[in-house]
T-cell receptor, first 113, second 114 residues
Framework: DAKTTQPPSMDCAEGRAANLPCNHSTISGNEYVYWYRQIHSQGPQYIIHGLKNNETNEMASLIITEDRKSSTLILPHATLRDTAVYYCIVRVPFSGNTGKLIFGQGTTLQVKP | EAGVTQFPSHSVIEKGQTVTLRCDPISGHDNLYWYRRVMGKEIKFLLHFVKESKQDESGMPNNRFLAERTGGTYSTLKVQPAELEDSGVYFC????????????FGPGTRLTVL
């Protein structure tokens, strides 16, 4: 069963920041939050991940609330090529540092000119 | 660096036939995962290899599915005999054994069972 809930769709104007919310109220202490996106019929593409602290990379920023029950993915300057389905995912660990990704339904982000 | 590759990209078979899907992970990635999305559902985990060993196959739907990773390089997923409900997109992902286990996905194989 999915461990995350996301709005099914969102719009964003080109050049503006896109803020995608995610709820993961049942997340456990050792479970990471991952974000992936899927453009048309390609495979899921990794964006960013975090455990407790906020994270930033060249693609996006991830803001995780202090209680870890929700997070927000921020695309600072959305372009038309950012139109995709965005998945907020909880990674359930196996032993060591491996784990399975639990996908939800995702948010379809439409970036408009 | 080449990404994860999967073959074939599409497969159309009849109910009762056998199909074998192949995944080539990123070179040097010891972790290999299979996932799938069936119609209208979320992408779901099937199983995980570390090198040639199956570590977790809790997501395999039934014994018609057999995954192998002989030699710890590429992996195959065989469906025998295929049923209508097996239709969907099968994804493979790989990650390094050390580090953060960031999983990189292939483009998927779209399987249609008629």
């Amino acid at each position: 069963d999915a461990k995350t809930t996301q709005p099914p769709s969102m719009d964003c104007a080109e050049g503006r920041a896109a803020n995608l919310p995610c709820n993961h109220s049942t997340i456990s202490g050792n479970e990471y939050v991952y974000w992936y996106r899927q453009i048309h019929s390609q495979g899921p593409q990794y964006i960013i991940h975090g455990l407790k602290n906020n994270e930033t990379n060249e693609m996006a920023s991830l803001i995780i609330t202090e209680d870890r029950k929700s997070s927000t993915l921020i695309l600072p300057h959305a372009t038309l090529r950012d139109t995709a389905v965005y998945y907020c995912i909880v990674r359930v660990p196996f032993s060591g540092n491996t784990g399975k990704l639990i996908f939800g339904q995702g948010t379809t982000l439409q970036v408009k000119p | 660096e080449a990404g994860v590759t999967q073959f074939p990209s599409h497969s159309v078979i009849e109910k009762g036939q056998t199909v074998t899907l192949r995944c080539d992970p990123i070179s040097g990635h010891d972790n290999l995962y299979w996932y799938r999305r069936v119609m209208g559902k979320e992408i779901k985990f099937l199983l995980h290899f570390v090198k040639e060993s199956k570590q977790d196959e809790s997501g395999m739907p039934n014994n018609r599915f057999l995954a192998e990773r002989t030699g710890g390089t590429y992996s195959t997923l065989k469906v025998q005999p295929a049923e209508l409900e097996d239709s969907g997109v099968y994804f493979c992902a790989s990650s390094q054994l050390s580090g953060t286990d960031t999983q990189y996905f292939g483009p998927g194989t779209r399987l249609t069972v008629l």
